[in-house]
């Protein structure tokens, strides 16, 4: 099931029209047919705004893991989130997920555990300024040594490019920025 049928899975559950969700979101109808066509990929943006007005897992919309109806059980984050009243960013750390060069196994079916730190410290340190997608896994055997080292974290962006495609195996190529040792 790809993310345009997922779209169109969960309009059908909200029992809403494409005009009606079009609407609702302040978009074009247009829009909302493009997706469920395929003619254009269900961002993260899409994703938030689904979960944050409807419900709807925004994780589950882009990678079809997890349940399409959120619940207090699985409600926490699966992006990076800045705290408004401090500098605070939150991201999301997969404890089964892992990287290697030349392969990585990405199992984002367990729920992340949220890591918190400080923006200006991962400004300062890794030069990241943007902390939308980024997510913690763990580096594995010894490909990239010295490096990184098998059991060090790494702080990677899992999406291939702008459309939104989430890396599969063997395709992390990316330079992953090491969290800690």
Known sequence: MNSAFRFKKARDYLGLTQQELADKLEFKQYKIKDIETEKQKVSPEIAEIMEKYFSINGWWLLTGKGEMMLDAANSRAKEPKEHANVNIVEIPYFEETYGA?????????????????????????????????????????????????????????????????????????????KVSS
């Open 101 to 177: 060069m030349g392969v990585g196994g990405l199992s984002y079916d367990a729920q992340p555990t949220v890591m918190s730190f400080d923006s200006s410290f991962l400004k300062s340190v890794f030069g990241v300024s943007n902390f939308k997608n980024l997510h913690i896994i763990n580096a594995v055997g010894d490909s990239m040594a010295p490096t990184i080292t098998s059991g060090e974290l790494l702080l990677v962006n899992p999406f291939e490019n702008e459309n939104h495609t989430i890396k599969t195996k063997g395709s992390m190529s990316s330079s992953p920025l």
